[in-house]
């Protein structure tokens, strides 16, 4: 079985990560990944906000926490240091798909590189709200974006599950 493959079969999601920084150098090459995903007649229109400042990664997660209805002191990133948020212009007919393949391409980089990560959802109330929209501008961000999904990377603190059988049924060939 080749690389590609194996990543794709191992990778899990991390619900409790370590406080450990990723190297720059890694980050670059996660996002790059993101920005080599399949879209809609090429428009390449999502865009990935990547969320190293603390003080933003915990105001994110607070809001992510709010609107979730999770407790107070509640950490819906699980601790992990980075938060790679996926945006889509709205414009585009396929953003929601487009936004979908960079979240994966994002994962499954992280996981060819050692990181561990995880689809946290939210995103899209979050970018509704004003404060976030402000930020995109403040980036110099223009037009109608929607949070597609963070992904959370940073390295796992303990093993990741084993992936659970596959269900049977799943695929029916048409020859």
């Given at each position: ?73 509640m950490d819906p ?99």
């Amino acid at each position: 079985m080749n690389d590609t493959l194996k990543v794709l079969e191992k990778r899990r999601s991390c619900r409790n990560f370590k406080s450990d920084m990723i190297p720059e150098e890694t980050l670059e090459q996660i996002v790059r990944a993101g920005t080599y995903a399949p879209t809609g007649m090429g428009k390449q229109s999502p865009i990935i906000l990547a969320v190293t400042n603390k003080e933003l990664r915990d105001q994110l997660s607070e809001e992510n926490r709010k609107i979730m209805g999770a407790p107070e002191r509640m950490d819906p990133f699980y601790g992990a240091p980075v938060i790679l948020v996926v945006l889509a212009n709205k414009a585009v007919p396929t953003h929601v798909y487009d936004g979908s393949l960079v979240m994966g391409d994002l994962m499954n980089a992280a996981e060819s590189l050692g990181v561990a990560s995880i689809w946290i959802h939210r995103a899209k109330e979050e970018f509704e709200l004003p404060e976030y929209k402000q930020l995109l501008k403040d980036l110099g961000v223009e037009g109608e974006w929607e949070g597609i999904g963070h992904c959370v990377v940073g390295y796992a603190d303990g093993d990741l599950p084993k992936a659970a059988p596959r269900k049977e049924n799943r695929v029916f060939w048409v020859e």
